[in-house]
């Protein structure tokens, strides 16, 4: 996981660990992140998950769908890959997640 990642790779894996995080036990499939990134083809989201995977943060095995695994469940977390929407969202769960723990 040395290289750093492309706003694009950024955004692919912050949508599969948000995925798989409302989904246990079922991986986005190609279409679905297509659809999220605003892809015109399956072939652009190929390409992001083999850099993702080179990069060793995901795996997959190319025989099963919907069969993309995160390597590591980093701590970190890339913000700029977030649209203004997430981050509101984002922001909205952590004040109410720590108004809850003050009460």
Not at 26 to 53: G, M, T
Not at 54 to 71: F, P, T, Y
Not at 91 to 98: K, N, Q
Request: aromatic share 6%.
């Amino acid at each position: 996981m040395s290289k750093s990642l492309t706003h694009q790779q950024a955004r692919t894996l912050s949508f599969i660990r948000r995925y798989l995080a409302e989904n246990p036990g079922v991986a986005p499939s190609f279409q679905e992140i297509a659809d999220e990134l605003d892809l015109a083809s399956k072939s652009a989201v190929h390409r992001l998950l083999d850099a993702l995977q080179e990069r060793g943060h995901i795996r997959r095995d190319r025989a099963q769908a919907r069969s993309i695994e995160l390597v590591s469940a980093a701590t970190s977390f890339d913000l700029t890959a977030l649209s203004d929407a997430e981050l509101k969202t984002l922001a909205g769960r952590v004040y109410f997640e720590l108004q809850g723990r003050a009460a």
